[in-house]
């Protein structure tokens, strides 16, 4: 068996559900009442699949602007990235553009996956499919995926999708 040491940024504005995507994926849980992330936040986890072990250092990068600076030295050594939008929300082309700038400030091709967080409110969805699909072929994303981290739904998809494409850019 394989093992791999995955460092993953999860990014995008704040209030996207950052911190709610990874507290469901890693404990399993949903709290309403996340409070913001202060600069970055850490979470370990181990996957494994296809004869590889994979462990990975999830790193919840805060999302208001004022701690932007101080994230360029926390994405060095990253392998992949989830950018998130609030699928209520239409995002900024800047401010997406300025998330995967600092996602790829160090590897111009780290692959980063889109996702789509809070589908559960689907009465209120404002990104439609063939937005998210614009945004993610704009900046060379490897998909798109909707998730609510209050369900559950597509959660767990998202981090085996970023795992095994960073697993299969490994093997080489």
Not at 10 to 39: C, P, Q, W
Not at 44 to 49: D, G, P, R, Y
Not at 59 to 74: A, I, V
Request: proline content about 1%.
């Amino acid at each position: 068996m394989k093992n791999f040491i995955f460092k993953i940024l999860i990014t995008g504005n704040a209030s996207v559900g950052k911190t709610s995507l990874l507290r469901r994926y890693v404990d399993g849980k949903f709290d309403e009442s996340s409070i913001m992330t202060v600069g970055v936040d850490f979470y370990t986890t181990e996957l494994n699949f296809d004869n590889a072990r994979c462990l990975l250092q999830l790193w919840d990068l805060g999302g208001q602007e004022r701690f932007r600076y101080l994230l360029e030295n926390f994405v060095m050594g990253a392998r992949g990235a989830l950018l998130l939008v609030d699928l209520t929300r239409m995002p900024r082309i800047g401010d997406i553009l300025e998330w995967v700038n600092i996602a790829r400030l160090h590897d111009l091709n780290l692959p980063i996956l889109l996702i789509g967080t809070k589908f559960d409110l689907e009465d209120i969805i404002a990104v439609d499919d063939d937005s998210a699909l614009h945004l993610k072929n704009t900046f060379n994303m490897i998909d798109f995926i909707k998730t609510s981290a209050k369900t559950g739904f597509n959660v767990e998809k998202a981090f085996e999708t970023i795992t095994k494409k960073l697993v299969s850019l490994s093997k080489y």
